[in-house]
C-alpha cells in the first residue's frame, strides 16, 4: 500500500495518526499547523542547499552555448602606439664604386621616431579535430549534470524534511497520550483520596499513584524536550527561526503497493542519482572524443582591416602610412608532444570505466535499498494490523478495570497496568503509522517521485 498526504486547513488543527483525541482539538486550534505538504514546498523555496544547487544550475546554463565552446570567430580590436627619442649611431653601406667611401656614418641626438597602428581582427578555427563539438557536448553534458544534482539535492532534503516531520508527529503524538495519561491519573489521585476519607483507600495508594503521575510528567518533559529540538532541525531545513512553533498536521491514507519489479524499473528510469551517474559516462565519451582530437590537424584562418602610421627622423622612409586588409590562414600537426595526447585519451579511458564501475555499484544499491523498503513496508503493515487488533483488546481491559475500579473491586496498581499498556499500545500504532509512510517516501526518493 501507499500513503498519501492530503492537506488540512489551518482551522482544522488536528494530528491525524488516527487516534485524534477531541480533549485537545481546542488546544490545537490555537496553534499554528504545518503538514507535510507545506514543509516541503517551504524546503523547497527556502533551503539552503537547494538554493546553491539553483545557482550552480543557472551558471552551467549560462556557460552552455556555441560561443562558449569557442565554435564562432573571436573578433578583436588591436591598437598600439610608441614614441622613442634616442641618440643614434648609424653606420650604411654606399655601396658605391672606389673612389667613393664603402659606408656612410651618422651620429644624430635627438633622433624621434613615432609608429602608430589600428586593426580590427577576426579569428576563427576551421577545424581542430572535432575539438569544438566536443567542447560544446561537455558544456551540454554539464548543464544536464547540474540539473539532475539539482534534484537529486532536492530529493535527499524533502526525505529530511519527511523524516525529522514524521519524527515530530510521532512525539506530538505521544506527548497528547501523556497529557490524556495525566489528565486520567490525577482524576484518579482525587478518587483515590476520596476513597481514603471513607477508609477505602490508604495512604500508601495515593502515593502510589502520585508516583505514576510524576513518572508521566517526567516523560512528558523528556518528550518535548526532544519534540522542540527536532523542530528547530526541521526550522533550519525549512527557512523558518529556530524559535519558531506549530503543531504538525498529518493524514495517514493507505493504497495498494506496488510489486518490485515494477519499482525497481521505475528506479532504472527515473532515479536521479542514477541518471546522473548515467550522464557522467556520457560526459567521459565526449572528453576521450576531446582528448583524440588533439591526434588531428589544425586549421586556423585570420583577416583584418586596419592603418598603420610610422615617421622616423633618420630613417631613409620619413614616413609611412598603410591603410588595408590581410588574410591568412596556419595550418598545425602535432607529430610529438612528449606523449601527453596518448597519456589523456588513456586517463580519459579509464575515467570512463570507472564511472561504468561507480554506476553498477549505485544501481544495485538501489534495487537492494528498494527489495528492503517493500519488506520493511510489508513487515510494518502486518505489525500494525496486529497492534490495531491489541488496541481493541487493551481498552476494553482498561475499561472494565476503570469500571471495577470505581467499584472497589481493583487496586490502583490494576488500573495503572491496564492504562500503561494502553497507552503504550496506542503509542506503537502512531509509530507503525508515521513509520510506514516515511518508508513510502523514502522508497519515492528511490524512483525519483519526490
Not at 63 to 90: E, F, M
Not at 140 to 152: D, G, K, L, T, W
Not at 193 to 204: E, I, M, P, R, V
Not at 353 to 369: A, G, H, P
Request: charged fraction near 20%; avoid cysteine.
Amino acid at each position: 500500500m501507499k500513503y498519501q498526504f492530503i492537506s488540512i486547513p489551518t482551522a482544522l488543527v488536528v494530528l491525524f495518526f488516527a487516534f485524534a483525541k477531541a480533549g485537545y482539538s481546542q488546544e490545537s486550534a490555537i496553534q499554528e499547523s504545518l503538514t507535510l505538504e507545506q514543509a516541503m514546498a517551504l524546503a523547497l523555496e527556502n533551503n539552503f542547499s537547494i538554493q546553491i544547487e539553483r545557482k550552480q544550475s543557472e551558471i552551467a546554463e549560462e556557460q552552455y552555448s556555441i560561443g562558449n565552446a569557442g565554435l564562432l570567430p573571436s573578433i578583436h580590436l588591436i591598437g598600439s602606439g610608441n614614441y622613442t627619442n634616442n641618440q643614434t649611431d648609424l653606420t650604411i653601406r654606399t655601396f658605391q664604386p672606389p673612389p667613393a667611401p664603402a659606408t656612410q656614418s651618422f651620429d644624430e641626438s635627438g633622433v624621434a621616431a613615432l609608429t602608430a597602428q589600428g586593426v580590427v581582427q577576426a579569428d576563427y578555427t576551421v577545424f581542430a579535430g572535432f575539438s569544438g563539438r566536443y567542447r560544446y557536448k561537455i558544456l551540454e553534458s554539464a548543464n544536464q549534470i547540474a540539473h539532475y544534482q539539482q534534484q537529486v539535492t532536492i530529493n535527499q532534503t524533502l526525505v529530511q524534511v519527511s523524516t525529522l516531520f514524521l519524527e515530530i508527529a510521532k512525539l506530538q503524538r505521544r506527548e497528547e497520550l501523556l497529557k490524556q495519561n495525566i489528565e486520567i491519573t490525577s482524576d484518579r489521585i482525587q478518587r483515590i483520596q476520596d476513597q481514603k476519607q471513607f477508609g477505602k483507600a490508604t495512604g500508601l495508594d495515593v502515593l502510589n499513584a502520585e508516583s505514576n503521575l510524576n513518572r508521566d510528567k517526567t516523560l512528558l518533559d523528556q518528550v518535548l524536550l526532544t519534540k522542540n529540538n527536532l523542530i528547530r532541525d526541521l526550522n533550519f531545513v525549512i527557512g523558518y527561526q529556530p524559535e519558531q512553533q506549530y503543531r504538525v498536521s498529518v493524514m495517514y491514507a493507505p493504497q495498494g503497493l506496488q510489486d518490485i519489479p515494477s519499482i525497481q524499473q521505475e528506479i532504472l528510469k527515473n532515479n536521479p542519482q542514477l541518471l546522473l551517474a548515467e550522464q557522467g559516462i556520457v560526459t567521459s565519451d565526449y572528453e576521450i572524443g576531446l582528448a583524440k582530437s588533439r591526434t588531428m590537424p589544425q586549421l586556423d584562418v585570420f583577416a583584418n582591416y586596419g592603418a598603420f602610421y610610422q615617421e622616423n627622423d633618420l630613417q631613409q622612409l620619413a614616413e609611412i602610412t598603410n591603410i588595408g586588409y590581410t588574410v591568412g590562414a596556419t595550418l598545425r600537426f602535432n607529430i610529438f608532444d612528449g606523449s601527453q595526447t596518448r597519456t589523456a585519451i588513456r586517463s580519459a579511458e579509464l575515467q570512463k570505466e570507472s564511472i561504468e564501475i561507480e554506476k553498477e555499484q549505485l544501481q544495485s544499491r538501489l534495487l537492494t535499498d528498494a527489495v528492503t523498503e517493500v519488506n520493511r513496508i510489508q513487515i510494518l503493515e502486518t505489525q500494525l494490523e496486529r497492534e490495531r487488533v491489541n488496541l481493541i483488546t487493551f481498552q476494553e481491559a482498561f475499561t472494565r478495570t476503570e469500571e471495577r475500579f470505581k467499584n472497589g473491586k481493583a487496586t490502583n496498581l490494576d488500573i495503572r497496568d491496564a492504562q500503561t499498556a494502553l497507552l503504550d499500545a496506542e503509542i506503537i500504532i502512531a509509530e507503525l503509522q508515521a513509520d510506514i509512510m516515511n518508508a513510502y517516501l523514502r522508497l519515492d526518493r528511490l524512483k525519483g517521485k519526490i
